[in-house]
Nanobody, 121 residues
Framework: QVQLVESGGGLVQAGGSLRVSCAAS????????MAWFRQAPGKEREFVAA???????RYADSVKGRFTISRDNTKNTLYLQLNALKPEDTAVYSC???????????????WGQGTRITVSS
């Protein structure tokens, strides 16, 4: 059974930092694109960042320069470092793997359950 399990969310003050992780099990994603999405209360899920198997990286404009996506293929784990957090970054952050098409659209084969990040002002 393939699983993606996020961890590392929590409550942080504006301007603070967090690192969230996404541990994969059941198969490896070494040769696949993986991504982070987020969904704020009352809003649709939105693309945050993606990383290809060869290390190509894309970010949403809203997080560029503040968030860093990375992966450790030896640990089958995806990371998202969040710096300079703002209240509008408050959301449930979910990892995803294996896009069916455009990596920004949210159509992925595998999803984690999400980890909540709350940024207080």
């Amino acid at each position: 059974q393939v699983q993606l399990v996020e961890s590392g969310g929590g409550l942080v003050q504006a301007g603070g930092s967090l690192r969230v992780s996404c541990a994969a099990s059941g198969r490896t994603f070494t040769m696949e694109t993986m991504a982070w999405f987020r969904q704020a209360p009352g809003k649709e899920r939105e693309f945050v960042a993606a990383i290809t198997w060869i290390g190509g990286i894309r970010y949403a404009d809203s997080v560029k320069g503040r968030f860093t996506i990375s992966r450790d293929n030896t640990k089958n784990t995806l990371y998202l470092q969040l710096n300079a957090l703002k209240p509008e970054d408050t959301a449930v952050y979910s990892c995803a793997a294996v896009p069916r098409g455009d990596f920004k659209t949210g159509d992925y084969v595998y999803w984690g359950q999400g980890t909540r990040i709350t940024v207080s002002s």
